[in-house]
């Protein structure tokens, strides 16, 4: 038997709990370790954290997205820390940044099969289950086949002229030396051009209102899933209602419409009395003409964003486009139209769209969920997971792109390597939109360079927040002072 005074009792208990206390820290201590190395090593070879079950790094990904740096800057911090590939847990799954040449050839040749895009439940709800963006593959094929004749290069040279007299009227707008945010000026002309070329939609209020219901419908993509009044999704889905009733009544009009527009809209309802495998029902056409607005709008304005943000920056690279744009020009009649054959000239211009594409990653990375186990450049990828083919880790290797962080479009005199320029994605799911974003980037550069010289009015290099497209958040005002006669001088 033991005795003790009350006081040595609690100093005994003291030492006890000290104790326990001390085995417990080494404990919890070595199993962080534990976590940590195996976080490291990865277990099949891939280094990287997942954090705790579920949420995993999901805060930290959070916190980039949120941040004037970008969502991309959660990446940036882990390759510092592990290396080139990585693997992250973000919303309870498992993702592996795919940064090689070889990575992106093996996801991209073997899509539809070993790899998918991952299903989000709010994304079809909101952009429709008939969209390009959510269908099988059976669909997939015949749906993209349909779609993509009016968006080969020889179809466009309807939509060059309107988008070509479209930007000259609305830059002359801004001829009186105030400032105006370039990115609200491209982000409608590309909203106005595309609902005009799509459906022949020109009233500005309907415009408006549409341009009003795809904003919400896009935000809706990737929010949570329930209708709970005043949630992203809930508006996103109500104004997904709303448009799909006035795409319903633009079609109907036009079953009855003797003399109707000829437009991407009327080329595929045309098709109405072909084999099903050759047309698209009413829903399909719907669900897509959504998907064209939301997947070409966003993109092709901030590319065209940057495009003068990196011109700004390198006077050298601007004065030469706006040589090549001048000769162009000063062979033309007075009031010319651009044409698809000017554009096909334009050999400087299509290199600065190159690198400007090269640069500002409008897409940083394209995702898949892997179908069965398989391996990517020698590293074991496990059912489930999610790829992400790291275009912009590409775009930025120095070993790829001499001086990556330097504008410099003549690097594209050379021939690029295959999937070593990849801002369009490549395989089945190429960009649908590729040769129309193209164009109405040079339409714009050609009518900016040879009309006005610009000051960029905001130095402020960061990034809009929560925006997966990377976009200067003060969307780069901008103010234009037109060249004297700018036909007959080069300035
Ligand atoms: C500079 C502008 C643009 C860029 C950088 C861009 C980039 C991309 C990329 C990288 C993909 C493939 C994504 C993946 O593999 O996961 C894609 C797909 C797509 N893009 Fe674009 N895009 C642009 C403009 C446009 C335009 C103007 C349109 C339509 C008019 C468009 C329509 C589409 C569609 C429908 C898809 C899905 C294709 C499919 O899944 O089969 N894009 N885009």
Known sequence: ???????????????????????????????????????????????????????????AFLAATYSTKGCYNFVNLRRLRYGKWFKTRIFGKVHVYVPSTSGAKTIFTNDFVLFNKGYVKSMADAIGRKSLLCVPHESHKRIRRLLSEPFSMNSLSNFVRMFDKMVQERLM???????????????KATFDAMCDMLMSIRDPSLLQQFERHCTAISDAMLSFPV??????????????EMLMDKFREIINRRH???EPPQDFLQSMLQRDSYPDNEKLDDEEIMDNLLTLIIAGQTTTAAAMMW?????????????????EQLSIARKKPNDYSITLEDLNTMSYAVKVVKETLRMANVLLW????????CTI????????WHVNIDATCIHYDPEIYNDPLQFNPSRFDDMQRPYTYIPFGSGPRTCLGINMAKLAMLVFLHRLTIGYRWTVDDQDLSLERKSHIPRLRSGCPITLSALEDSKNTSN
């Open 1 to 59: 038997m033991f005795h003790f005074s009350g006081g040595e009792l609690i100093d005994r208990l003291n030492n006890h709990l000290n104790i326990i206390l001390s085995v417990l820290i080494v404990g919890v201590c070595y199993l962080l370790l534990g976590v940590f190395r195996r976080g490291k090593s990865g277990g099949n070879g891939i280094p990287g954290s997942l954090g705790i079950p579920f949420l995993g790094e999901t805060f």
């Open 377 to 384: 450049d020698g590293h074991e990828i496990k059912k489930g």
């Open 366 to 373: 394209f995702p898949r969920v892997v179908a069965d186990n």
């Open 256 to 258: 009855d419409d003797e």
């Open 307 to 323: 495009s003068v943000k990196f011109l700004h920056d390198n006077r050298e690279a601007q004065d030469r486009l706006r040589e």
């Open 227 to 240: 209708m709970i009044p005043g949630t992203r999704y809930y508006k996103g889905i109500k104004a997904r």
């Open 173 to 187: 707008k801004h001829e009186d030396g105030k400032s105006f945010v370039l990115l609200e000026f491209n982000m």
